[in-house]
C-alpha cells in the first residue's frame, strides 16, 4: 500500500482543529478536495476498534449534482485510492474502503455514501442515514438547509454502545462567495461556536505592470503568490491559462480567493485583497494614538473609526451605519454614546463632509451648526474631490502593510469586496472591432455602503496628510459638552 500524502499549511490545521464544523475557503487548484478526502481518512483511523479489530466509521460525501459527483468527488477518491476503493454505483452511490491500520494490529473499514443535494427540498435523502461524519465538496453550491440537515446525521455510527464516533464533523470546502451567500454569513457575521473557518492564500498576487508577467483580460498583472497552497503540485503554467481571457471578477474570486461575485458595476477599490487587507485580529485601536473619524452626512450619517499607527499603518477597526437619520439624532444618540461607551480616554479628530458648510433648506442650519450645538469638535475634510478621495485609500491599499480592515467593519468591508461600485449606464456602445464595450458612471452607486466609505475616504485623505501625527489639543477642550462623562471620554 502506498499512499504519500503531504498536508499543505492550511490543510495541517485543519487536520489538528477538534472543532466539529470546519470550512476551508480557497481558489481553485489548492487542494481543497484532497484535503477533505484525507481529513476523512485521518478520522477512520481514529475510531475505536470493536470487538472484531475493525474500526467502523461511515461518511456522507456530498455535492451539488450527480454529473459533479461523478467526474470530480469520485474520480478524486479513487486517484488517492487505487486498488483499496470498490465504488458501486447505485442509489445512493456507495464506496468501501478496507485497509490496514497504522498500529499494525487493526483493520480500518470505511464505508462512503455519495449523494448528491442541490435543493433543500432533497434533504429528506438524509434522514434515514446514520453517519460519522459529512463532506461537503463545492459547498457554495449547497443550500444551508443541507448543512443544517447534516448535523442530525452526523455522530450516529458507530452506535453508542459500542463507543461511538470519534470527533465526529463536517467538513465544508468551496471558492469564494458574494457577500450575501450562507457561506459568508456564516463564518464573517455569525461565527458559530464549535465553527471553525479557514482561507487559503490567494493563488496570484496582483502587482503592476512589469512586476508580473500573468495578464487578465481586463489589463490587470498578477505574479505567482509562493505561499499558496498545492503550487508545487500543478504545472508551470497551470494558472497562467485559468486567468489569459478571464473577466477580473473571476480571477478575484477563484484564484485571488476575495469574497465576491461577477458584479453588476465596476469596483470602486480593485485594489483591495480581501485576504492581505481584512485582519481578524483587529478589534480595537492602539493606545496612546488619536482615532481618525470620518464621518459622512446627508440623512444616511455614517462614520468610520480609523487609526494611523507610528509605521504608517491605516487600520480601520470601527463603524457606525444609519439611515434615515438626522444629523443631530446621529451625533446625540449614535456618535457621543459610542465614544463614551467604547473609546474612553482617547482623543479624537473628527472629519466631516465639506458639504456639511452648506444650510439645509428645511431649518436653514448647516449640518456643522448641527454637530458643533452637539458638543462635538470637528474638522472640514480638504476636499470632495472624488479622485483625491479614493486616491487617500489607495495610497494605503497599495502600500507594503499599509492598510487593516477589522471585523468590526461589516459594511465597509462589503463595500470593498462588491457593493461599492460605480453603477452600469443602460446604454452600451460599439468599439472599433465591432463588439459590446461596457460603461460605468464617474461616480459611485449611492446605497448603503457608499455612505460609510465616503466617511473612510475623509479619514484617509486627513491620514494621507500625516496630519494626524501631529500633537493636538484634547478634543474636549473645545467642546460644548455638558455632561462630566463626556469629557472624562476623552471628548
Not at 433648506?361 to 483625491?388: C, H, M, W
Not at 455602503?449 to 465616503?454: E, K, N, T, V
Request: charged share 25%; proline share 6%.
Amino acid at each position: 500500500m502506498d499512499l504519500n500524502y503531504v498536508a499543505n499549511k492550511t490543510f495541517a490545521q485543519i487536520h489538528q482543529d477538534p472543532r466539529k464544523y470546519l470550512f476551508c475557503r480557497g481558489p481553485v487548484g489548492s487542494g481543497k478536495s484532497s484535503g477533505c478526502i484525507w481529513h476523512i481518512l485521518l478520522n477512520a483511523f481514529k475510531q475505536n476498534p470493536m470487538w472484531d479489530g475493525i474500526r467502523r466509521s461511515r461518511y456522507g460525501v456530498i455535492r451539488a449534482s450527480y454529473p459533479a459527483l461523478k467526474s470530480t468527488v469520485i474520480k478524486s477518491w479513487q486517484h488517492w485510492f487505487k486498488g483499496l476503493i470498490n465504488i458501486v454505483y447505485d442509489t445512493p452511490i456507495r464506496g468501501e474502503i478496507k485497509m490496514p491500520h497504522p498500529d499494525g494490529k487493526t483493520e480500518v473499514h470505511i464505508e462512503l455514501v455519495f449523494i448528491a443535494l442541490d435543493r433543500e427540498e432533497e434533504v429528506n435523502k438524509l434522514q434515514s442515514l446514520e453517519l460519522t461524519g459529512s463532506h461537503l465538496n463545492e459547498a457554495a453550491e449547497i443550500p444551508r438547509g443541507v448543512h443544517q440537515m447534516l448535523k442530525s446525521r452526523t455522530n450516529r455510527y458507530p452506535d453508542m454502545e459500542v463507543g461511538g464516533a470519534q470527533d465526529p464533523f463536517i467538513i465544508c470546502d468551496y471558492n469564494s462567495v458574494p457577500t450575501d451567500h450562507w457561506l459568508y454569513l456564516i463564518s464573517e457575521e455569525e461565527k458559530p461556536p464549535k465553527h471553525g473557518f479557514y482561507h487559503q492564500p490567494p493563488a496570484l498576487l496582483l502587482v503592476r505592470q512589469g512586476e508580473g508577467d500573468i495578464v487578465d483580460a481586463g489589463g490587470n498583472y498578477y505574479a505567482i503568490n509562493p505561499e499558496a497552497d498545492n503550487i508545487e503540485n500543478l504545472s508551470p503554467d497551470y494558472y497562467e491559462d485559468q486567468v489569459y481571457g478571464a473577466e477580473p471578477d473571476w480571477v478575484n474570486v477563484m484564484i485571488l480567493n476575495n469574497y465576491g461575485e461577477l458584479r453588476t458595476g465596476k469596483p470602486v477599490y480593485p485594489e483591495y485583497i480581501d485576504t492581505i487587507h481584512f485582519d481578524e485580529k483587529l478589534l480595537g485601536p492602539q493606545k496612546g494614538i488619536p482615532l481618525i473619524i470620518g464621518m459622512d452626512l446627508g440623512l444616511t450619517p455614517a462614520a468610520s473609526f480609523s487609526q494611523l499607527t507610528p509605521t504608517g499603518i491605516f487600520q480601520t477597526f470601527d463603524e457606525i451605519v444609519t439611515e434615515d437619520c438626522s444629523i443631530r439624532k446621529f451625533c446625540d444618540d449614535y456618535l457621543k454614546p459610542h465614544l463614551i461607551n467604547n473609546y474612553r480616554g482617547y482623543n479624537f479628530e473628527l472629519i466631516i463632509d465639506p458639504a456639511g458648510v452648506n444650510r439645509s433648506q428645511n431649518d436653514a442650519k448647516a449640518a456643522a451648526e448641527v454637530i458643533r450645538d452637539s458638543g462635538l469638535a470637528f474638522r472640514i475634510a480638504k476636499t470632495n474631490n472624488p479622485l483625491k478621495r479614493r486616491e487617500a485609500v489607495v495610497y494605503f491599499l497599495r502600500k507594503l502593510n499599509g492598510f487593516k480592515i477589522g471585523p468590526k467593519c461589516q459594511y465597509l468591508r462589503k463595500g470593498f469586496i462588491s457593493e461599492y461600485k460605480f453603477e452600469k449606464k443602460r446604454l452600451a456602445i460599439v468599439n472599433v472591432r465591432g463588439s459590446n464595450s461596457e460603461m460605468f458612471k464617474e461616480k459611485p452607486e449611492k446605497n448603503i455602503y457608499s455612505h460609510i466609505h465616503d466617511g473612510l475616504q475623509y479619514a484617509a485623505l486627513e491620514a494621507s496628510e500625516g496630519k494626524s501625527s501631529k500633537k493636538r489639543r484634547p478634543v474636549h477642550s473645545d467642546s460644548k459638552l455638558n455632561n462630566p462623562a463626556d469629557v472624562d471620554a476623552g471628548y
